[in-house]
């Protein structure tokens, strides 16, 4: 097959198409044929030679795809093809996971820049009703870190406030849509007035200009000086130290980036005050048996919600996947809003 591999670590033009050798399912995986991933910004860093994949994962980026799977491996069922009206997996293998020839998507180590990967079957979805194939792959990843991360780490409830930094990114689009689904207040933060009105269009309503105001004094403004109660922080080092004082009393910080660097300092003491709680999390490297459970969790919550149009896919642009090199520079300039996808 071929994939887009990165013979050399550097810029978007260290990645290349090549032939690679074919992957083979191993005990409890299928294997897709891949119609479209999309592009993260843990792609980046892997391609500039900071983020390497876990071991066993595929070499390639792409923590995400959708496609049809096309054969499983030893302890995954093997039914005929799905036939529900919503295109949902059959019950004939491990973990969900149905039929050869189901159209699914994934949720991946590694391996979405190619023709085909091997995934854990527990890590593959339905697709959710009404959403196309190649839609669908712009859906594992931020749902997955979504849900485990703002509900059932950080506990969002009905009627609290969620502060999402960089709220038109693919993971900001999301959170701002299922925390409004729950019932929650949320805030965000963005570089323009056009990111900030899109995030109004999906249901933001306190919108904070990162450039030009502090989030610190606009969130505790609009919440009556409350602050957050959940904080999901992508900025990391940066922003350590505000987002406590923007915290609410018995709030939570979870950090999924670190796009503002690694070190920083909290005051521990303003921290105890407020009863708040920091945390910092990954997806990419959990155990298998972790993953699944947040992908089951994200079909039992959050794909009917999707399916009932509550909850939409926010897909800024496609590219062909031999033009990966391009979806790299797009993200790197800060230009989309939602996912960028690659077909195939």
């Not at 792409?62 to 499983?72: F, K, M, T, W, Y």
């Not at 926010?314 to 979806?327: F, K």
Request: proline content about 6%.
């Amino acid at each position: 097959m071929h994939a887009i591999t990165i013979p050399e670590f550097g810029g978007p033009e260290a990645l290349t198409w090549a032939e690679v050798p074919d992957p083979e399912p191993r005990e409890g995986e299928v294997l897709i044929d891949v119609a479209a991933s999309a592009v993260n910004r843990a792609d980046l860093l892997q391609r500039q030679g900071h983020y390497p994949p876990p071991e066993g994962a595929p070499p390639y980026p792409g923590l995400e795809c959708s496609g049809r799977i096309v054969a499983v491996g030893p302890g995954v069922g093997n039914a005929s093809p799905s036939s529900s009206a919503a295109g949902g997996l059959t019950a004939g293998g491990v973990g969900g996971v149905g039929a050869i020839g189901d159209e699914v998507c994934a949720l991946l180590s590694g391996g979405g820049y190619a023709e085909r990967v091997a995934v854990p079957a527990g890590q593959v979805l339905p697709l959710p009703e009404g959403v196309d194939l190649v839609t669908a792959a712009s859906l594992p990843e931020v749902t997955a870190t979504v849900w485990s991360n703002v509900f059932m780490l950080g506990n969002l409830r009905p009627g609290e406030t969620l502060l999402v930094h960089g709220g038109a990114s693919g993971i900001g689009t999301m959170a701002v849509q299922l925390a409004k689904a729950v019932g929650a207040k949320v805030a965000v933060t963005a570089g323009s007035a056009q990111k900030l009105a899109r995030c109004r269009e999906l249901g933001a309503d306190i919108l904070i200009n990162y450039r030009e105001q502090d989030f610190v004094a606009e969130l505790r403004s609009a919440t009556d000086g409350a602050g957050a109660d959940v904080i999901l922080d992508i900025v990391g080092a940066k922003y350590l130290e505000r987002n406590v004082k923007a915290l609410a009393v018995n709030g939570r910080i979870v950090v999924i980036g670190l796009q503002g660097g690694v070190k920083g300092e909290v005051n521990l003491g303003a921290l105890l005050t407020k009863r708040g709680t920091l945390a910092a999390t990954s997806l990419r490297g959990r155990p298998v048996a972790e993953k699944s459970a947040i992908v089951a969790a994200v079909r039992e919550h959050v794909w009917p919600l999707i399916g009932s149009g509550r909850v939409r896919p926010v897909v800024d642009r496609t590219l062909p996947l031999r033009d990966a090199a391009e979806a790299h520079r797009a993200l790197e300039r800060g230009e989309h809003v939602g996912k960028i996808v690659l077909t195939r």
